[in-house]
């Protein structure tokens, strides 16, 4: 009688302890190779535009983001509203960041501001406030706060 027989374990049941571990280990594999430091993320992104207001009333509004060894510093300015904010960048995944408010502050809120604009220069800081970015068309988009962020050229 073999060995395997004598204990008690099956063909079956050792093949599929061999596949369980294969799938493990290519889900290990996929991770690694997919996984993205923040220091690739270091250097400077912008963006302008204007937003129309629900009065009519048109607004400029910039974004400027500077990431440097694993922490990033923000500006968005909407009209006279200032936003600065700082943090940590965590870990991105197929192309997504976490950024973690530490400090943030609004200067010059101003009352004709929509409240969605208001809501997002108040959600951003906060401190432990978390900004998701996501890869989109060569820029990165902040999903809680729908600012987009595009590489700086010739800064």
């Known amino acids: 009688m073999s060995q395997g027989k004598q204990c008690g374990i099956s063909g079956g049941w050792l093949l599929t302890m061999l596949a ?4 493990m280990l290519l889900g290990m594999l996929m991770l690694w190779l997919n996984f993205i430091s923040s220091a690739e993320l270091d250097g400077r992104y912008q963006s302008t535009g204007q937003v129309h207001l629900s009065n009519g009333q048109v607004l400029e509004i910039s974004h400027s983001l500077q990431v440097n060894h694993g922490r990033f510093y923000a500006m968005t300015r909407q009209g006279d509203s200032i936003l600065e904010t700082s943090g ?3 870990y991105g995944f197929l192309g997504n960041y976490r950024l973690r ?3 943030g502050q609004v200067t010059g809120l101003a009352s004709e501001i929509d409240d969605e604009l208001v ?3 108040l959600y ?3 401190k432990g406030s978390t900004i998701r970015l996501t890869s989109f068309d060569g820029c990165l988009y902040a999903l809680e706060t729908r600012q987009i962020y595009c590489p700086a050229r010739n800064l």
């Open 124 to 126: 951003g800081r906060h």
């Open 88 to 90: 940590v960048v965590e």
């Open 119 to 121: 809501f997002n220069l």
């Open 101 to 103: 408010v530490e400090d």
């Open 20 to 23: 369980t571990a294969l799938a």
